[in-house]
């Protein structure tokens, strides 16, 4: 639930509320927004207001004005960057994160509203992020997860949610929100970031178990939510938490590390099987997975590349020395 930011100075809530209702961005992006600009608030009245840094997280910002905004130059943006390294921990991804923030904040006022002739974020670097690969599971071991779903309960609707992630690489967010009129034949209509809807293609297996679960559901009475499709205990939509949670149990029960695992993971593994074993082009794999940039699904190549790397490592003549020479040169 987005706060009503009454923390805060008026031009960062006119573009809170901007980002929210013009540019539709999603609550939790509009969250992070709102953290990160309140820190950075805190961070200018304690360097330039005098305010006791021991309070920081007492500090109020609703009185800084635009004026105070417009004193700000790259100087104060660089030693805000690393005040929250050094005195905050901020890692480099939390780093990044809010000079995007800062970055946006100030292009709404250079830009849209025209408040500011100079734009000092337009020229503030961003750390740079070593990127990683995603954790995911192998073929085998995914079939291993799908086979652990036992039990007395909910067997259907936790078999279903499982294979949904890892055939068609749903967000979390993405799969409690289906409902069931979003399914129609073999197509699956999610809302996805920043509100965006997007058709998934569903193949046998996805509409085998949904047909499975539908069939448990239609005998549930006094469901609280009609509109939802997966259902919780109470017969209410079912929540991330306790997808979350059983995706830890399952986990757990196939043999596998609970902590390294999560539905985000399941939605690399989805992605990485179709890229590995599907051979599915790197373009559509972005419409599936509802990326927005092309450079957020590449990832997936890399991960191909690291195989091929790892195959040619595995060569049983890749430890082969040359010959020491011996006697006189």
Do not use: W
Request: contains cysteine; charged residues 30%.
């Amino acid at each position: 639930m987005v706060q009503d930011f009454k923390d805060m100075p008026d031009i960062a809530v006119e573009f809170l509320n901007y980002m929210l209702t013009i540019k539709n961005k999603s609550i939790k992006t509009i969250q992070e927004y709102y953290y990160d600009l309140r820190t950075f608030f805190r961070y200018i009245k304690v360097t330039k207001y005098n305010a006791n840094e021991k309070d920081f997280e007492d500090i109020q910002v609703n009185d800084i004005s635009l004026d105070d905004i417009k004193k700000i130059d790259l100087t104060d943006l660089y030693s805000y960057m690393a005040f929250v390294s050094r005195d905050r921990d901020n890692t480099a991804v939390t780093r990044a994160r809010k000079v995007a923030s800062l970055k946006s904040f100030y292009k709404y006022l250079h830009t849209k509203l025209k408040f500011i002739e100079y734009n000092p974020a337009a020229e503030l670097d961003s750390p740079k992020i070593v990127k990683r690969l995603p954790r995911y599971l192998n073929l085998d071991e995914s079939v291993q997860l799908l086979n652990s779903v036992d039990g007395k309960k909910n067997v259907e609707r936790d078999f279903a949610i499982l294979v949904l992630f890892l055939n068609c690489g749903l967000r979390l967010s993405e799969l409690v929100g289906i409902n069931v009129n979003h399914i129609r034949g073999d197509t699956l209509t999610v809302i996805g970031k920043g509100n965006k809807e997007r058709t998934v293609y569903l193949n046998q297996a996805c509409k085998d178990a949904i047909a499975a679960y539908l069939d448990k559901r239609n005998k549930m009475m006094n469901i609280k939510d009609p509109k939802a499709l997966f259902l919780s205990e109470r017969k209410t939509r079912i929540s991330p938490k306790t997808v979350q949670y059983l995706v830890k149990k399952y986990i757990q029960a196939s043999g596998l590390d609970p902590d390294k695992y999560s539905p985000h993971k399941l939605r690399h593994t989805a992605a990485t099987l179709m890229y590995k074993h599907g051979h599915v082009d790197i373009r559509a794999l972005q419409a599936i997975l509802g990326h927005e940039s092309i450079a957020t699904t590449e990832i997936y190549t890399h991960i191909d590349e690291e195989h091929l790397r790892q195959a040619v490592q595995s060569n049983p003549l890749s430890s082969i020395k040359p010959k020491e020479k011996t006697g006189n040169p």
